[in-house]
Every structure is written in structure tokens, then in C-alpha cells.
């Protein structure tokens, strides 16, 4: 069966300091993979879209970044961090049937990242 | 921008009770889902309606989906203190590039009382 793995469950990071969160997928192949924020009691929003390693999409400007080394890997990144990038980053995998997402997307249990 | 916008924004109810939470949308879509999210945890999938299709059941969740006024419902019946969670409704996002992943609205944050 796929399952999906996604850490630090939570993280403190000081204003400025670097971010590397990891997200892998098992049991599938060539996922469509996903990074979103969600802010508190709000909407996720879609941050990054891969279909393909070495394949991303950014869907918002930030000082964030991502990056699929590997089928199954996705990670999420930032130089510096800002106080602004505090929230939960959700990872979600899908495929894509005929082009078009048809079915479910599967997620990760989160990574609540507070930045002080 | 929001694709989805959920009403209420929050419903508590008695355990028993039917919850009844709403979706607008905006664009045309091939399909809507609803998805549920305990605090602080990630979403799981509950159902996924076609644009061909108008009801939807499973288990005690009913789903319409009415694409002349881009508008659906979840109707969960005879409620459980376990459904007390944050529902979603959400639909694909597409680029020339092909599907993009999913827009969500903001929720509907459900709470059961005992």
C-alpha cells in the first residue's frame, strides 16, 4: 500500500536560520507531489508542484524552494527563514489519470513550523 | 485566490444531529472533493463527486454537487463526537501544463458536542 512520510513533525527555527523539511512517498510511482502552508485556521495554499525529478513548479514567490532528487523524494527548503514563514507545511502526493486529477490526493501528517 | 469558499465557517451541533457544510466554487471543474482534517494533523480524502454525477454517498456522508450553481454539500447524518474535525471541499487546478494540484477553501471547522 502507499504511504507517506513527511518530517520533523514540528520545528523552532530562529529568524534567518536555514529549513530543510523531507517528504518521501512509498508504494507508488512517478507521483504528482505537493508542498502547502496552512496558516492558522485558514485554507491550505499550494506553495510547489512537481511531476517529475527535477520537475518544479512554484505557484507563489517566497524565499522558499523545492527540489525532487528522486521519484519519491520532495523537499522544501529556504535559505533564511522570515517570521512570515511560520505555519503547517503539508506534503501530498496524487497521480494523474489521462492528464487530469481524477482521483484523491494523499497527505502527510504535517510539519509545524514556528519560526521565533 | 480561494477556488472553494465553505459556509459556515464553524457549526456546533449536538451528537445525533445532521451537519450540513456548504462549498461554492468558481470555475468549471471535472470533479469537487471533500477532504477532513483533525487539529493539527494532516487531510484525509472522504469523497471525490464528478461533474456528471449530483449525489454521491458513503457510509454516513451524502455529497451534491449542483455545477449550475457551482455549489456543493456534505451532509453527515447521525453525527459522532469523533466527526469533530475541520471539512474542506476542494477542486483541481489546471494550467496549459496539465493538472496542477488542488485548490482548497478555507473550511468548515465541525464540532460534535457529547
Known amino acids: 500500500s502507499q504511504t507517506i512520510h513527511q518530517w520533523p513533525a514540528t520545528l523552532v527555527q530562529p529568524v534567518g536560520s536555514p529549513l530543510s523539511l523531507e517528504c518521501t512517498v512509498e508504494g507508488t510511482s512517478n507521483p504528482n507531489l505537493y508542498w502547502y502552508r496552512q496558516a492558522a485556521g485558514r485554507g491550505l495554499q499550494l506553495l510547489f508542484y512537481?511531476?517529475?525529478?527535477?520537475?518544479i513548479s512554484s505557484e507563489v514567490p517566497q524565499n522558499l524552494s523545492a527540489s525532487r532528487p528522486q521519484d519519491r523524494q520532495f523537499i522544501l527548503s529556504s535559505k533564511k527563514l522570515l517570521l512570515s514563514d511560520s505555519g503547517f507545511y503539508l506534503c501530498?502526493?496524487?497521480?494523474?489519470?489521462?492528464?487530469?486529477?481524477?482521483?484523491?490526493?494523499?497527505f502527510g501528517q504535517g510539519t509545524r513550523l514556528t519560526v521565533v | 485566490s480561494q477556488q472553494g469558499e465553505e459556509d459556515p465557517q464553524a457549526l456546533s451541533i449536538q451528537e445525533g444531529e445532521n451537519a450540513t457544510m456548504n462549498c461554492s466554487y468558481k470555475t468549471s471543474i471535472n470533479n469537487l472533493q471533500w477532504y477532513r482534517q483533525n487539529s493539527g494533523r494532516g487531510l484525509v480524502h472522504l469523497i471525490l463527486?464528478?461533474?456528471?454525477?449530483r449525489e454521491k454517498h458513503s457510509g454516513r456522508l451524502r455529497v451534491t454537487l449542483d455545477t449550475s450553481k457551482k455549489s456543493s454539500s456534505l451532509l453527515i447524518t447521525a453525527s459522532r463526537a469523533a466527526d469533530t474535525a475541520s471539512y474542506f471541499c476542494a477542486t483541481p487546478t489546471y494550467s496549459g501544463g496539465g493538472a496542477d494540484g488542488l485548490t482548497f477553501g478555507k473550511g468548515t471547522h465541525l464540532i460534535i458536542q457529547p
Open positions: 463527486i464528478r461533474s456528471n454525477e
Open positions: 512537481s511531476v517529475g525529478i527535477g520537475q
Open positions: 501530498a502526493w496524487s497521480v494523474l489519470l489521462r492528464g487530469l486529477m481524477n482521483t484523491e490526493a494523499f
